[in-house]
C-alpha cells in the first residue's frame, strides 16, 4: 500500500508529495554541477519504493524521507550529490535550531537569521510582559492595513481589501520596505510613521530649547533629525541683551548631542542627528575639528554647507568672506584654499566632516519660493523647515531573473510603493502642528533603492566599470519615471500636493501628487531585513562570521557569490572558512579573474568609482543621495580632494568618505 501522507516537524499531517522529493534531489544535483533531471526523477522513484516498504502501516515523518534520501543518494554511487544534500539539511536544522532560539518557536520564513534578530530586538510588537505578539508576516499585515485606510479619505468606496494585499505582499516579498519608524508603528498608539525630519534652529535660547524639546520627540519615534546651526551668533560674539559674550553654535550642539544619548536608551533606535554650518560662518574653523577627538558630537553627523561662491574661490585659489548671519556684517577674510584643506584633512582623519553643496541643492528644489538649508540625519533628504518625509526602498535584488533586469517587476513595486508612502502622509501622526502642515501642503515622499550591489553580482558587472555607471543611470532614470507617471495616477484622483501652484510643475501644467519622488536612503536596518547591499553601496564583506545571539555565531555569505561558485571543484566548508572574514577576496587564488572583477567589495573599488556610481543615481534622483565613499588607509588627502571635486564637477548633492581604520593621527592648525 502506497504511502499517502507525511508528518511535517510542526506535527500536521499533509499530502504526500513526489514532486517535493524530485526538488530536493536535483537542487542537490544542480549545487555540484548536476544538470539532468531525469536522474532525479529515476532516484526519487526509488526513494518512493523504500518508503513505501518501510512504512507499511504507519505514516513517515519527513526526517523518516530526507534519510531515506540521503541512504538512496550514497547506494546508487551519488556521493557528491549526497554530500551537497547532507550539508544542505545541516544548514536547514541550524537555521530551525536558530530560529526557535531567537523568536521562540520555529515559525516558517524566508527571512535571514539576521533579519530574525533584528526584528525581535525592534520591530515586532509585544504584549505588557514583553512577549512578542507577532510574527514577520503578521507585522506587514498590520502595517498594509493600516496604510491601506488612507484611501477611504479619498474614495468611502474604495476596496482597500485589495491595496491591503498588495502592500502585504510587497513587503512580505520584500520587494519594497519602507522606513524603519513606519514598520515599528503603523497600526500602534504611536503612528509616527517619517523617519527623517528637518527643524529650524533661530538666534535665541527658546528657539534653540524648543527645537532641543521636538527633537527628543522625533528620537523616541525612531526617527533622525536634521538641522543647520548656522543662525545661531558667532562664538564671543556680544550679547546686546545681557552684555554677555555668546558660546556660539558647537556649544549648543554639545546639548543637543547629551540630550540624544538620554533618549536613545530607551528608545528602539539610535538617535541621529545632522549637525549642519555654513562655510561662510565664523565658527566654522571649529566646527570641522569639533569631532577631531572621535568622541565628542557621537550622536551627530556633521556637514559643511559648502556654496558655488566658495568653491569658485578654491578654485581661484582667493579669499572667503565669513559673516555674522545675526547682523549681516563681514568679521574677516580667510583664504578659501585653507578652509577646504582642513575639511579634506578632518575627512581624512576621521570621516568627518561630510559636504553639503547647498546651491546644487537648490537648483533642483522644487518650490523655489522656499530656501532649503538643511538635510535629514543621512544627507540623503534636503527639507525645509518643519518638514519630514517618509521614506522606502525597492529591493533591486530582486528585480533580477536569470541574468536579466526585470523590468516589469520594477515598473509594479514602484506605482505601488508611492501609492503606499503617498498613503503615509494622510495616516501619519505628526508631532508638531507646523510640521503636519507643511507636509500635508507639500506631500514630499522619497523611494529609493537597496540591494544594488546584488544586482550586479547577478547581472555579473562589476561596480567599478562604465557598464556598472550605465546600469545604475538606466535603474534609476527607470524608476524616476514609473514613479512620476505613479503620481500623476494618482493626483488624477486625489488631486495635486496643495502647494502645486508655487512649484516649478505648475508652468509647465505637470499635475503631480508629490513634488519630490526619489532618494537614497542608507538602508541600515531595512536592507538587514531584506538581506541585501545597503542602498547603493557595495558590500563590506562576502563571507563573513556574525553572532546572532551570545553564545552563538553564524557563517554568512553572500547567496550569489556562492551561487556563482558552488560548481566548482574548490567549493567546500574549508574553502569558505578559508576566506571569511576577508576584506577582499582578490588574492584568492582558486577564483577566476572573471569572478574576481564582478564580486568586488567596497576598498576593492577606487574613490572614482563610487563617486561616478552616486552621481548616475543622483542624476535621476530628485532628492539626494547617501553614499559613503571609501578609500584604503593608505590614500593621501590628495585623493580626497580629487573626489570631492569630481563630486562638484559631476554634480552630487553632497559626499562623505571614510578612510579605512583611520584615527588621529597628527595635528592640523589653521590660523
Known amino acids: ?89 545541516q544548514k536547514r536544522k541550524e537555521l530551525r535550531e536558530f530560529r526557535e532560539a531567537i523568536l521562540g518557536k520555529n515559525i516558517k520564513t524566508n527571512l535571514s537569521l539576521n533579519a530574525l534578530k533584528l526584528l525581535r530586538d525592534k520591530y515586532l510588537l509585544r504584549d505588557e510582559q514583553g512577549n512578542i505578539i507577532e510574527t514577520p508576516n503578521d507585522m506587514f499585515r498590520r502595517v498594509a492595513k493600516n496604510i491601506a485606510k488612507a484611501d477611504l479619505l479619498y474614495d468611502k468606496k474604495a476596496d482597500i481589501s485589495k491595496v491591503e494585499d498588495e502592500f502585504f505582499n510587497v513587503m512580505s516579498n520584500l520587494d519594497f520596505l519602507p522606513n524603519s519608524p513606519t514598520l515599528m508603528n503603523a497600526g500602534t498608539e504611536i503612528q509616527q510613521l517619517m523617519s527623517t525630519f528637518v527643524l529650524p534652529i533661530d538666534d535665541s535660547i527658546e528657539s534653540i530649547f524648543e527645537a532641543l524639546k521636538n527633537a527628543a520627540i522625533i528620537h523616541k519615534s525612531g526617527a533622525g533629525t536634521g538641522f543647520t546651526f548656522s543662525n545661531i551668533r558667532p562664538k564671543n560674539d556680544v550679547i546686546h541683551s545681557t552684555k554677555g559674550n555668546a558660546t556660539g553654535p558647537i556649544s549648543f550642539m554639545k546639548i543637543f548631542d547629551a540630550a540624544t544619548d538620554v533618549i536613545k536608551q530607551g528608545g528602539k533606535r539610535r538617535g541621529a542627528n545632522m549637525g549642519i554650518l555654513r562655510v561662510d560662518h565664523p565658527d566654522i574653523v571649529e566646527f570641522i575639528t569639533s569631532k577631531d577627538d572621535q568622541k565628542s558630537l557621537t550622536n551627530f553627523n556633521i556637514s559643511v554647507a559648502l556654496t558655488d561662491k566658495f568653491m569658485k ?105 508611492v501609492h503606499f508612502l503617498d498613503n503615509v502622509i494622510d495616516v501619519n501622526k505628526y508631532p508638531l502642528k507646523e510640521i503636519k502642515n507643511i507636509c500635508l501642503s507639500n506631500r514630499k515622499i522619497g523611494l529609493g533603492v537597496m540591494g544594488f550591489a546584488d ?28 514613479a512620476e507617471k505613479a503620481s500623476v495616477d494618482l493626483a488624477k484622483t486625489k488631486g495635486v500636493f496643495p502647494n502645486w501652484k508655487q512649484s516649478v510643475y505648475a508652468k509647465d501644467k ?77 588574492d584568492v587564488e582558486e577564483l577566476s579573474n572573471e569572478d574576481k572583477k564582478v564580486f568586488v567589495v567596497a576598498y576593492d573599488i577606487s574613490p572614482e568609482w563610487h563617486i561616478k556610481i552616486q552621481a548616475a543615481f543622483q542624476k535621476y534622483t530628485d532628492n539626494a543621495v547617501s553614499k559613503t565613499v571609501n578609500f584604503r588607509n593608505d590614500a593621501t588627502i590628495q585623493n580626497v580632494e580629487k573626489a570631492y571635486m569630481l563630486a562638484y564637477e559631476l554634480g552630487c548633492k553632497g559626499v562623505t568618505i571614510y578612510r579605512e581604520g583611520s584615527k588621529s593621527e597628527q595635528i592640523f592648525t589653521l590660523q
Open 313 to 417: 574661490a578654491v578654485e581661484e585659489n582667493r579669499e572667503h568672506t565669513l559673516i555674522n548671519l545675526h547682523d549681516g556684517k563681514e568679521v574677516k577674510k580667510i583664504k578659501a584654499r585653507e578652509v577646504f584643506n582642513l575639511i579634506m584633512f578632518q575627512a581624512w582623519k576621521t570621516g568627518d566632516p561630510g559636504l553639503l553643496f547647498i546651491d546644487t541643492i537648490n537648483k533642483d528644489n522644487p518650490l523655489p519660493s522656499m530656501k532649503i538649508e538643511a538635510t535629514d540625519s543621512c544627507a540623503s533628504q534636503p527639507l525645509f523647515y518643519n518638514e519630514a518625509v517618509c521614506l522606502g526602498s525597492i529591493n533591486l535584488a530582486n528585480m533580477v531573473n536569470e541574468g536579466r533586469i526585470n523590468f516589469d517587476r520594477l515598473s509594479k513595486t514602484v506605482h505601488i510603493a
Open 455 to 482: 544586482m550586479l553580482y547577478q547581472l555579473r558587472v562589476p561596480y567599478n566599470s562604465e557598464d556598472g555607471v550605465k546600469i545604475a543611470a538606466k535603474v534609476m532614470k527607470f524608476i524616476r519615471d514609473e
Open 1 to 89: 500500500m502506497a504511502v499517502k501522507k507525511v508528518i511535517k516537524r510542526d506535527g500536521r499531517i499533509v499530502d504526500f508529495d513526489k514532486d517535493k522529493i524530485i526538488e530536493a534531489i536535483f537542487k542537490a544535483a544542480l549545487s555540484v554541477g548536476g544538470k539532468d533531471r531525469e536522474i532525479a526523477e529515476e532516484l526519487s522513484n526509488k526513494v518512493i519504493d523504500l518508503v513505501n516498504e518501510r512504512f507499511v502501516d504507519k505514516t513517515p515523518g519527513v526526517e523518516d524521507i530526507q534519510d531515506i534520501i540521503e541512504y538512496m543518494l550514497i547506494k546508487e554511487g551519488h556521493s557528491k550529490t549526497a554530500k551537497a544534500y547532507i550539508l544542505y539539511r
Open 510 to 586: 505637470i499635475k503631480l501628487r508629490n513634488p519630490t519622488l526619489t532618494t537614497i536612503p542608507p538602508t541600515g536596518s531595512i536592507s538587514i531585513i531584506a538581506d541585501v547591499s545597503t542602498g547603493i553601496e557595495p558590500n563590506l564583506s562576502i563571507c563573513y562570521i556574525r553572532k546572532i545571539l551570545e553564545n552563538k555565531e553564524f557563517f554568512y555569505i553572500n547567496k550569489y557569490f556562492e551561487e556563482a561558485i558552488k560548481e566548482h571543484d574548490y567549493f567546500s566548508e574549508a574553502f569558505l572558512q578559508r576566506i571569511k572574514n576577508k576584506g577582499s577576496i582578490q
